[in-house]
């Protein structure tokens, strides 16, 4: 085979993953790429029914951000982002359930 034939390795290519790498995508690819499609569903009705703006929607397109920004442990930073950060109890129970979004309490208005 002449040299103008011959396939060489890529320098961009990273070294060549194993059975057990590859079984991570050949197993979770189609469920996740199928749970993207329904985030990406949610999304579009919200914008279409007008309530875009609701704190957990903002709360998912913000935490949707990271999944795409490169760095490691996006499950847990995605948690945390819409996870209550504070670590003082309420003095009043709001008595609603979890919400799946943080929402900082609404700042107090001066009654006249």
Do not use: N
Not at 31 to 40: N, T, Y
Not at 48 to 53: C, E, S, V
Not at 60 to 73: F, S
């Amino acid at each position: 085979m002449s040299k103008s034939r011959t396939k060489k390795p890529s320098p961009t290519r990273g070294p060549v993953p194993t059975a057990a790498a590859r079984a991570v995508v050949d197993h979770g690819f189609i469920p996740v790429r199928a749970k993207l499609i329904e985030v990406a569903a949610f999304l579009d009705r919200a914008e279409r029914h007008a309530i875009a703006d609701d704190f957990r929607v903002a709360a998912l397109r913000d935490a949707a951000e990271l999944l795409v920004d490169g760095k490691p442990e996006r499950a847990r930073r995605i948690l945390e982002q819409l996870s209550d950060p504070t670590t003082e109890p309420e003095a009043v129970s709001s008595g609603k359930a979890a919400l799946g979004a943080w929402r900082p309490a609404a700042p107090a208005t001066a009654k006249k």
